[in-house]
């Protein structure tokens, strides 16, 4: 079966700390792509960055990074300085395509709370 | 503008009484899909459409019915809607050819079944 687990609910911070979200995934394709979803409070959700199973490196955009590990099925997603815009739901999900079928599964979503 | 467009943005019903939300979108994608959000959940996906005329269940299609009758729109039909179907509900497109392609999401419509 298919999951995504994000095991922090909710995470509050003061402005300027680093924070890591994170996220274990669970599939037996070999094949499939991890997301992050940002919803801020005006509720639209927002893509982030997407990694195929075969691309490990990390990446790094501005106060952003993800640490992709196949090793620990973690995706991984650290805010450097963090800042009050940064307050948001953050969902990872993962998209699998089966047989001609696709279905992506998203975890239950963290609730950063960055406080100035 | 690139967007998928979703209506209406809040609804409030009554139980039994048939609605649909609409989707449609302006990229020429191929997969469209429906989501709903609650609480503590996320999101869950109710259906998905991988080309006109070809549609699929998600994870929670109970009470739910779609149609794809066209490339560009994906309604959400509630023919007999209950409470437990309040919710946040989202609709999504993306070129199926890429699967590594994110979603394009729409606005959201707010549903609420008393």
């Known amino acids: 079966a298919q999951k995504v687990t994000q095991a922090q609910t909710e995470i509050s911070v003061v402005e300027k700390e680093d924070v890591t979200l994170d996220c274990v995934y669970e599939t037996r394709d070999t094949t499939y792509y991890l997301f992050w979803y940002k919803q801020p409070p005006s509720g639209e959700l927002v893509f982030l960055i997407r990694r195929n199973s075969f691309d490990e490196q990390n990446e790094i955009s501005g106060r952003y990074s993800w640490n992709f590990q196949k090793s620990t099925s973690s995706f991984n997603f650290t805010i450097t300085a963090s800042q009050v815009v940064d307050s948001a739901v953050y969902f990872c999900a993962l998209r699998l395509t089966q047989g001609g079928s696709e279905k992506l599964v998203f975890g239950k979503g963290m609730k950063l709370t960055v406080n100035p | 503008e690139a967007q998928v467009t979703q209506n209406p943005r809040y609804l409030i019903t009554v139980t039994g009484k048939k609605l649909t939300v609409t989707c449609s979108q302006n990229?020429?994608?191929?997969?469209m899909s429906w989501y709903r959000q609650d609480p503590g959940l996320g999101l869950r996906q109710i259906y998905y459409s991988m080309n006109v005329e070809v549609t699929d269940k998600g994870d929670v299609p109970e009470g739910y019915k779609v149609s794809r009758k066209e490339k560009r729109n994906f309604p959400l039909i509630l023919e007999s809607p209950s409470p437990n179907q309040t919710s946040l509900y989202f609709c999504a497109s993306s070129l199926h050819r890429s699967p590594g392609a994110p979603l394009h999401f729409g606005n959201g419509t707010r549903l609420t079944v008393t």
């Open positions: 990229m020429n994608h191929e997969y």
